[in-house]
């Protein structure tokens, strides 16, 4: 019966919580990104070098990035490629 | 050969001294025996938690510069003989001492101690190297707040690029009844976000400001929730399973008049 009280009256209770667990992994996701340049460094690399099973690509054009908005972080690249392989079977 | 812990936060003010004081009482309540060493230099309080504050004559700079001998600046608890204490100095700073030189000292305290337990300062400067330098395991101190999670979060990282991999977490000053509305994180959130071991959870609870005035840390305190908490952290750090502590605050009639006699 309080409950529904306080929910007229506008009163915004019992949701704060998940707003700050929803903040905090956001800004994690990126304190932890910035404390380890390191494994980003490692996942640049291994990401062309996968790629490059399949296709040549223009390393000096990749674009490679954390992006945040309000709602997520997500990596965000760009992979300028020259030509696909033709023997890209032969790899796996 | 003993265990060397370092109760660490990065946050300030969320518990770390009030920890560091009652594992260490509580562990030797438990017969081991204890020292406490307190590493926040310049700004000492875990003497005045203990209560002993009238009795430090030499610190840990002293100790580490070679003015004194280890065993002179080792202060005995009032409650128990198995239990002592190593103040931090109040007029230097933390670049008097070093890593290496917390190492050495680590090392040799163990030798004569079952638990070295180490009061970490806040911040990630060279207070926390010097902390963490001869420990061999951590306890990260948090509360249900967001910026001391994200302290937490940035020490659990740095504790491990140090070499100190899965320290244990306390989550300290925890509000039942605002968990139960939603308005503060609780431990299973914290534990989403942190990926870490829970070692203890400790109630927001006014026995802890008593016994810092009183000198007497709240885990001798039968009555006391806190001290209660604490109780069960001692024994898990002992190894012993122990499950969950009930957090709720009872309700009742039995309960109304407990308080107004005074019992917590």
């Known amino acids: 019966m309080l409950e529904f009280i306080t929910h007229i009256l506008g009163k915004e209770n019992g949701y704060s919580k998940t707003v700050a667990k929803e903040r905090l992994q956001l800004v994690l996701i990126h304190d932890r990104a910035s404390m380890s340049p390191a494994m980003i460094d ?6 062309i070098e996968v790629i490059s099973n399949y296709m040549e690509i223009n390393e000096t054009a990749l ?16 992979i300028p490629f020259l030509k696909m392989k033709r023997d890209y079977a032969a790899k796996r | 050969m003993g265990e060397v812990i370092v109760v660490t936060s990065g946050k300030g003010g969320v518990g770390k001294t009030t920890t560091s004081a009652n594992i260490g009482t509580g562990l030797a309540a438990a017969g081991h025996s204890v020292v406490l060493v307190d590493t926040d230099i310049g700004l000492r309080n875990l003497d005045v938690l203990m209560g002993l504050e009238n009795r430090i004559v030499y610190d840990l700079v002293d100790v580490t510069s070679g003015k ?11 409650r128990f003989s198995s239990l002592f204490l190593l103040s931090a100095s109040q007029t230097k700073d933390k670049t008097d001492v070093t890593p290496e030189q917390m190492k050495l000292l680590a090392a040799e305290l163990k030798e004569t101690f079952d638990y070295v337990i180490i ?13 963490i330098a001869g420990a061999d395991w951590a306890i990260v101190v948090c509360t249900p707040e967001v910026s001391s999670i994200r302290d937490a979060d940035r020490i659990i990282s740095l504790l ?12 300290n ?25 829970l070692i203890g959870a400790i109630p927001e609870n006014e026995s802890i400001i008593i016994s810092t005035n009183q000198g007497e840390p709240a885990v001798m305190d039968k009555n006391s929730k806190a001290g209660e908490a604490y109780r069960y952290i001692t024994r898990r750090i002992q190894g012993e399973v ?14 109304s008049l407990k308080r107004l006699v005074g019992i917590r």
Do not use: W
Not at chain 2, 68 to 77: E, G, T, V
Not at chain 2, 119 to 131: H, R
């Open chain 2, 68 to 78: 004194c001998r280890l065993k002179q600046a080792l202060i005995k608890d009032k």
């Open chain 2, 242 to 255: 122990v499950p969950p502590m009930n957090l709720d605050e009872p309700h009742g009639i039995m309960v």
């Open chain 2, 119 to 131: 009061d970490c300062p806040a911040g990630i400067e060279q207070g926390f190297y010097n902390a």
């Open chain 1, 42 to 47: 490692s996942l640049r690399k291994e990401l």
């Open chain 2, 160 to 171: 491990e690029a140090a070499g100190l991999r899965n320290p244990k977490l306390i989550i």
């Open chain 1, 63 to 78: 674009e490679f990035n954390l992006c945040q908005d309000d709602k997520e972080v997500a990596l965000v690249t760009n």
């Open chain 2, 173 to 197: 000053r925890l509000r039942p009844g605002m968990i139960k509305n939603g308005d503060m994180l609780n431990t299973s959130d914290i534990l989403d976000i942190l990926d870490v071991e």
